[in-house]
């Protein structure tokens, strides 16, 4: 069974910082893997993986597993767009907002989300903590 949490999380300013500049990382380097995907038409996971993870890893400076979920990230952003064009949610495939679409890679807002696992983050349940990895270590 898989858990979601929606908590909040009150960092110091020190911390926020962290926190945000992995973020941005991540998602930059999520637009890299995306601009990858599109230019080789490579959109499955591990096919993908073999082309961007050792770059990830290198130029963003992200762990194993920030990496694979970034990775990841991608694969299903274009997943979704292909069932959204699939069902017609983005209209016809001649359509100016069809074309627009699929003609350039998916971009990542700066602070979009990005999805953290047990390998990433730990709970602290009695002391009301939770430490998660960024670039600079992790936080608690």
């Given at each position: 069974?898989?858990?979601v949490v929606q908590?909040?999380?009150l960092p110091t300013p020190v911390q926020a910082a962290a926190l945000e500049?992995?973020?941005?990382?991540c998602n930059?380097?999520?637009?890299?893997?995306?601009?990858?995907?599109?230019?080789?038409d490579v959109k499955r996971n591990f096919a993908l993986r073999e082309h961007t993870y050792t770059?990830?890893?290198?130029r963003w400076g992200l762990g194993a597993q920030?990496?694979?979920?970034?990775i990841k990230k991608t694969c299903d952003a274009y997943r979704t767009l292909a069932a959204n064009l699939k069902a017609g949610h983005l209209g016809k495939p001649w359509s100016k907002r069809y074309r627009r679409t699929v003609e350039k890679p998916i971009?990542?807002?700066p602070e979009g989300a990005q999805p953290y696992d047990d390998?990433?983050?730990?709970?602290?349940?009695?002391e009301r903590t939770v430490s998660v990895w960024t670039l600079s270590g992790s936080v608690r």
């Amino acid at each position: 069974m898989k858990l979601v949490v929606q908590v909040k999380l009150l960092p110091t300013p020190v911390q926020a910082a962290a926190l945000e500049a992995t973020l941005r990382s991540c998602n930059e380097a999520a637009c890299w893997v995306s601009e990858v995907a599109f230019a080789k038409d490579v959109k499955r996971n591990f096919a993908l993986r073999e082309h961007t993870y050792t770059e990830v890893r290198r130029r963003w400076g992200l762990g194993a597993q920030a990496a694979q979920h970034t990775i990841k990230k991608t694969c299903d952003a274009y997943r979704t767009l292909a069932a959204n064009l699939k069902a017609g949610h983005l209209g016809k495939p001649w359509s100016k907002r069809y074309r627009r679409t699929v003609e350039k890679p998916i971009t990542f807002r700066p602070e979009g989300a990005q999805p953290y696992d047990d390998r990433m983050l730990s709970w602290q349940i009695t002391e009301r903590t939770v430490s998660v990895w960024t670039l600079s270590g992790s936080v608690r």
